[in-house]
């Protein structure tokens, strides 16, 4: 997820490691083992904004009548909302707060690093008696991908298929109009989309960005065969793998052409004028400006396209909403990590045992699962041919909900929907010709050596990663040379070269496993 980090996130949640150190970590466990006969609240963090129409707080209800039958206890979310949302999570994590059961993601949420500072309980003990059925379901490789220091520190989603490979979403009407009648592949023929929407269009911004969508990491992407890596450097990727074939060999994407042709690529656009003039200070919803057809492009991933088509079907009739998967160009796909979504068990929890207790249902228990997930049957929908649809009436004001679990969906117990694109298949069909295994699953980055250089190359990307990408920054070989100079006095050699060293030794793990 290429998000905008305030820069003031590591520096804060640097400020606060020593504290939740001192704070310890074994949780206080106030309801302690099998004893199931104090009714407990357990907490959820979860991130999203918290639902405003009450429809959530009623399938709640409903979830918690069957976890007090069944093990005395209740759950309750703790919502980390979008506005600032690393910020905000990382401190949440960092303070000592007794939070039970958190949403983790390695790959976009920093549980490496969180895991480092101290900000989990281990499981391996408490698994197999709190939350057997998920013990017993997830296989031992999966488990491996879990671990921090030898210890498991977070169950994974390892059940549930998703692709969030990301790409530009685009209106196949206009896209046909422009004279683009075969699927778009590469960055080249955006740029010509765009251009008549803008020659065309006088009422269209041709895409109407913020400037937190950070689009590097799906031009590097496009442009070459370097993998991310799971560090995290803020706004936009600093360092990554060279290729799969290379996978353990570093190198910087922003040091080399490819970000200073992107940065020239971006100014242009600019100058063009694809996006609003004052982009940077833009807080209009590109997603929404796109369905009332104010706008015509997106960028995310093929999961939300799937359910965007749909819903363009019906706002904007014709419209043919496309995707552009970043991958096309390159052929560059992996598999996505089994911790991209998944849970782990606060430090400082004080109800560990039911808490897991909770998990365990909220995994396995297909009612519960599915309120979760969908809601209550006949409000927020209907059964119709064995798709979940609309139920007659609904009014998604009114009617509409979500809890945001990310953290343990299971195939199994999904419901197939009308809202997701029906051909969806024929991306998927696409992604299964080129993926290529996740390779980084138990590689973990320990920066205890490199701290303040990573806090400080984090805020070098905040600071002028959006301007560069949306060509707000002057003349784009002067900032990206002040940008690379910037990332230099920040400490960028002495990261890469630990990075480096922590990969040589992963390498020698991985290899010496696979010799077994």
Same mark, same amino acid.
């Given at each position: 997820?290429?998000?905008?980090?305030?820069?003031?996130?590591?520096?804060?949640?640097?400020?606060?490691?020593?504290?939740?150190?001192?704070?310890?970590?074994?949780?206080?466990?106030?309801?302690?083992?099998?004893?199931?006969?104090?009714?407990?609240?357990?907490?959820?963090?979860?991130?999203?904004?918290?639902?405003?129409?009450?429809?959530?707080?009623?399938?709640?209800?409903?979830?918690?009548?069957?976890?007090?039958?069944?093990?005395?206890?209740?759950?309750? &979310?703790?919502?980390?909302?979008?506005? /600032?949302?690393? %910020?905000?999570?990382?401190?949440?994590?960092?303070?000592?707060?007794?939070?039970?059961?958190?949403?983790?993601?390695?790959?976009?949420?920093?549980?490496?690093?969180? $895991?480092?500072?101290?900000?989990?309980?281990?499981? /391996?003990?408490?698994?197999?008696?709190?939350?057997?059925? +998920?013990?017993?379901?997830?296989?031992?490789?999966?488990? $491996?991908?879990?671990?921090?220091?030898?210890?498991?520190?977070?169950?994974?989603?390892?059940?549930?298929?998703?692709?969030?490979?990301?790409?530009?979403?685009?209106?196949?009407?206009?896209?046909?109009?422009?004279?683009?009648?075969?699927?778009?592949?590469? &960055?080249? +023929?955006?740029?010509?989309?765009?251009?008549?929407? @803008?020659?065309?269009?006088?009422?269209?911004?041709?895409?109407?960005?913020?400037?937190?969508?950070?689009?590097?990491?799906?031009?590097?992407?496009?442009?070459? !065969?370097?993998? =991310?890596?799971?560090?995290?450097?803020?706004?936009?990727?600093?360092?990554?793998? @060279?290729?799969?074939?290379?996978?353990?060999?570093?190198?910087?994407?922003?040091?080399?052409?490819?970000?200073?042709?992107? $940065? *020239?690529?971006?100014?242009?656009?600019?100058?063009?004028?694809?996006?609003? =003039?004052?982009?940077?200070?833009?807080?209009?919803?590109?997603?929404?400006?796109?369905? $009332?057809?104010?706008?015509?492009?997106?960028?995310?991933?093929?999961?939300?396209?799937?359910?965007?088509?749909? !819903?363009?079907?019906?706002?904007?009739?014709?419209? =043919?909403?496309?995707?552009?998967?970043?991958?096309?160009?390159?052929?560059?796909?992996?598999?996505?990590?089994?911790?991209?979504?998944?849970?782990?068990?606060?430090?400082?929890?004080?109800?560990?045992?039911?808490?897991?207790?909770?998990?365990?249902?909220?995994?396995?228990?297909? =009612?519960?699962?599915?309120?979760?997930?969908?809601?209550?049957?006949?409000?927020?929908?209907?059964? *119709?041919?064995?798709?979940? %649809?609309?139920?007659?009436?609904?009014?998604?004001?009114?009617?509409?909900?979500?809890?945001?679990? &990310?953290?343990?969906?299971?195939?199994?117990?999904?419901?197939?929907?009308?809202? +997701?694109?029906?051909?969806?298949?024929?991306?998927?069909?696409?992604?299964?010709?080129? @993926?290529?295994?996740?390779?980084?699953?138990?590689?973990?980055?320990?920066?205890?050596?490199?701290?303040?250089?990573? +806090?400080?190359?984090?805020?070098?990307?905040?600071?002028?990663?959006?301007?560069?990408?949306?060509?707000?920054?002057?003349?784009?070989?002067?900032?990206?040379?002040?940008?690379?100079?910037?990332? *230099?006095?920040?400490?960028?050699?002495?990261?890469?070269?630990?990075?480096?060293?922590?990969?040589?030794?992963?390498?020698?793990?991985?290899?010496?496993?696979?010799?077994?």
């Amino acid at each position: 997820m290429w998000k905008h980090r305030k820069w003031m996130a590591a520096l804060l949640v640097s400020m606060l490691v020593f504290t939740l150190a001192a704070c310890g970590g074994k949780g206080s466990n106030n309801a302690a083992g099998d004893d199931k006969s104090q009714f407990v609240t357990v907490t959820f963090v979860a991130l999203g904004d918290k639902p405003k129409n009450g429809q959530f707080e009623k399938v709640i209800d409903k979830v918690n009548a069957i976890m007090k039958e069944k093990i005395n206890a209740n759950v309750q &979310w703790k919502w980390v909302e979008w506005a /600032d949302w690393q %910020t905000k999570y990382n401190l949440l994590l960092a303070s000592g707060e007794p939070v039970d059961l958190v949403t983790i993601g390695t790959d976009w949420l920093d549980t490496w690093g969180n $895991a480092q500072r101290g900000a989990f309980m281990p499981l /391996d003990d408490l698994l197999p008696k709190y939350a057997p059925e +998920t013990w017993k379901s997830i296989p031992k490789e999966d488990w $491996a991908q879990s671990k921090y220091n030898g210890k498991i520190v977070l169950i994974p989603e390892n059940d549930y298929t998703q692709w969030i490979n990301h790409g530009f979403f685009y209106r196949g009407d206009w896209a046909k109009q422009a004279g683009i009648t075969e699927p778009i592949k590469d &960055w080249d +023929t955006i740029g010509k989309y765009l251009q008549w929407i @803008k020659d065309n269009k006088p009422d269209v911004i041709p895409w109407d960005v913020q400037a937190s969508d950070s689009i590097f990491g799906g031009w590097v992407q496009s442009h070459t !065969q370097n993998l =991310e890596l799971p560090i995290s450097t803020g706004y936009l990727p600093v360092f990554a793998g @060279k290729s799969y074939d290379e996978r353990y060999t570093v190198v910087s994407p922003v040091f080399d052409d490819t970000f200073l042709d992107f $940065a *020239k690529t971006m100014k242009q656009w600019a100058d063009n004028g694809y996006w609003r =003039e004052d982009v940077l200070n833009n807080k209009n919803d590109t997603r929404t400006a796109l369905q $009332a057809g104010q706008t015509g492009m997106d960028q995310h991933h093929t999961q939300t396209f799937s359910g965007l088509r749909v !819903q363009m079907d019906k706002k904007q009739p014709g419209s =043919e909403l496309q995707m552009f998967p970043f991958s096309r160009q390159s052929g560059n796909l992996l598999e996505m990590p089994i911790t991209h979504g998944g849970v782990a068990l606060g430090a400082h929890s004080k109800n560990p045992e039911r808490a897991l207790m909770a998990y365990d249902l909220m995994r396995n228990n297909k =009612e519960i699962y599915q309120l979760l997930n969908y809601g209550m049957e006949g409000t927020q929908y209907v059964i *119709k041919d064995g798709k979940r %649809t609309l139920p007659d009436g609904y009014d998604e004001t009114r009617d509409g909900f979500y809890s945001d679990f &990310w953290a343990g969906r299971m195939d199994k117990f999904e419901i197939p929907s009308d809202t +997701t694109w029906d051909k969806i298949d024929t991306l998927y069909s696409e992604y299964d010709k080129i @993926k290529k295994p996740y390779p980084y699953g138990q590689f973990v980055f320990d920066n205890t050596n490199v701290q303040s250089e990573l +806090t400080a190359v984090s805020q070098v990307t905040a600071e002028m990663g959006p301007a560069i990408t949306y060509g707000k920054a002057g003349d784009p070989t002067q900032a990206v040379q002040q940008f690379r100079d910037k990332l *230099k006095l920040a400490g960028y050699d002495k990261v890469m070269a630990e990075l480096q060293r922590q990969l040589d030794a992963y390498k020698t793990q991985m290899e010496s496993s696979a010799a077994k």
